[in-house]
């Protein structure tokens, strides 16, 4: 998108890379929640919690549409946390993102669980018949124990819940797993139990990331202090077992962000052979697989 966009950001903004083209649409600023340990994207102090004032948001997008009428194809609602916004809000957004800019063909969020537990599945449908397409649920693991140790103030069972009511209202779902969160300790139950929950919910999209601290471990070991980082093998190996734990039908699987070692991409179930091979070829001669090297991990 062009850089003279006519919204007020509050930097650094975030997105999903599937995102890259979309008009980034602030309607709230940071994360309601806030208190996951491995995260640091809404951790400065301008990015503490507030839901943007609707005459504002009405605003910008009526110039946006002014600027580019036609041009824009998708909408992503910033910041992390748009759905924790009231149902009749997101209505009036995206009835003006239909109004203003016609030719948007997908509005898709980040998506809280929590922020699910008051809306009904009917208001999910309201949504959906609205126009929001998509959300993206940083499940992190499917493990209580790793979930309680990094504080996402979530569990299984309402990751579980929040994502089956986003299917059952028609919304499609990319959720996304961190690599190495349990450290050596709970890889194995990191893996098997967040294979466990997308088996559970069957997702349109899975991706997975690796768990990364560019500004220090400290916060994060506040509260998970005997926590060992998996090296580069153990990694792989993780992602070995969480792959082959995997029991999904017609999901988009993505291991491409820049933190991963190994990039991998398929369908899943249709690919899962070929992935663990490639896996498999990783763990047991690393000097002949396609592995990043540490500078191009952008970490």
Not at 78 to 101: C, H, S
């Amino acid at each position: 998108m062009s850089r003279n966009i006519p919204i007020r950001y509050v930097e650094p903004v975030f997105r999903p890379p599937s995102e890259a083209e979309s008009l980034i649409l602030p309607v709230t600023d940071g994360c309601s929640w806030n208190k996951c340990t491995f995260c640091e994207m809404y951790s400065s102090p301008q990015k503490k919690f507030r839901a943007r004032d609707g005459a504002e948001t009405m605003e910008s997008l009526r110039r946006c549409g002014e600027r580019f009428g036609n041009d824009i194809k998708r909408v992503f609602l910033a910041d992390g946390d748009a759905m924790v916004l009231p149902t009749r809000r997101l209505l009036e957004i995206l009835g003006a993102i239909g109004e203003q800019l016609p030719a948007v063909r997908r509005v898709s969020s980040y998506c809280l669980p929590r922020n699910l537990r008051k809306k009904s599945v009917a208001e999910l449908k309201e949504l959906a018949d609205a126009g929001l397409s998509m959300v993206y649920v940083g499940a992190e693991s499917g493990d209580d124990l790793v979930l309680e140790k990094v504080n996402k103030g979530e569990s299984f069972a309402s990751i579980c819940e929040a994502l089956n009511k986003l299917k059952e209202a028609g919304i499609k779902r990319s959720m996304m797993i961190l690599n190495g969160l349990g450290g050596s300790a709970l890889s194995a139950q990191h893996a098997d139990n967040s294979a466990r929950l997308a088996n559970a919910v069957q997702p349109d999209y899975l991706a997975t990331l690796t768990v990364s601290f560019p500004q220090g471990e400290e916060r994060f070991r506040a509260n998970f202090p005997e926590w060992q980082e998996l090296d580069q093998h153990g990694l792989l190996v993780e992602m070995e077992r969480f792959i082959c734990a995997l029991e999904l039908r017609r999901t988009v699987f993505r291991s491409d962000h820049a933190s991963n070692w190994l990039l991998l991409k398929g369908n899943l179930g249709a690919d899962k052979q070929r992935l663990l091979g490639e896996l498999h070829g990783a763990i047991n001669h690393p000097e002949t697989a396609r592995l990043r090297s540490a500078r191009e991990r952008g970490l």
